[in-house]
């Protein structure tokens, strides 16, 4: 059965922030050591800018792409909050065309989709990275139904790490691996089924 698509503009039509103001702690983790600062960052599926922003007060430029023009309202805020410059687009992220060898890094962070457009917005971030670029993505696995913290009720838009391997086969994968850890970020609380990749393009 087909999934339904969701509502991004719904979901985040809501007063505050859905995942909080803090970043994803595996991107706050790795960045400073993978990413060089003078590298632009496409993050996909940014969502209401939490990660954006923390890399652009950190010194990085970002693209943030994301389909929902309220969850990119909410981005601005923030940056403007934050006082840095965020450069955005409203896009589907299956069909972005990012360009080729645009980008030194692009982050995707529980971006989840079914599995075909999960597997062309996958080349597209391959194809948007220049040579030498990082690539950081961490996701939900099918555990994760399993778990009381929130996420994606379809298990086709889970990701697992077999799933990943092949989609980033073209990449030289510096980490694959999946944990089950205490994520707090707004509304969601709790243990959380994650699988999280770490990839070079060659060059």
């Not at 970043?23 to 960045?31: Q, R, V």
């Not at 792409?65 to 992220?93: P, Q, W």
């Amino acid at each position: 059965m087909a999934t339904e698509p969701l509502d991004w503009n719904a979901k985040y039509d809501c007063r505050g922030l859905l995942y909080g103001h803090q970043p994803n702690s595996f991107l706050a983790e790795h960045a400073a050591s993978l990413i060089p600062r003078q590298a632009t960052i496409l993050s996909l599926g940014e969502g209401e800018g939490r990660n954006a922003v923390w890399l652009g007060r950190h010194g990085w430029k970002v693209c943030a792409v994301d389909v929902s023009a309220h969850a990119l309202a909410k981005l601005h805020r923030l940056a403007a909050e934050a006082g840095v410059d965020i450069e955005t687009r409203r896009a589907d992220v299956s069909a972005f065309d990012a360009g080729c060898a645009t980008y030194g890094a692009v982050i995707i962070l529980h971006m989840h989709l079914p599995p075909e457009a999960r597997r062309q917005a996958h080349r597209r971030a391959i194809n948007a990275l220049a040579p030498g670029g990082v690539l950081l993505l961490e996701a939900l696995r099918p555990e994760q139904l399993e778990q009381p913290s929130s996420g994606p009720t379809a298990v086709e838009c889970l990701y697992t790490a077999d799933e990943l391997a092949e989609d980033f086969a073209p990449l030289q994968i510096k980490y694959l691996g999946t944990e089950d850890r205490d994520i707090r970020a707004g509304q969601h609380q709790g243990i959380t089924s994650v699988v999280s990749l770490i990839g070079r393009k060659p060059g």
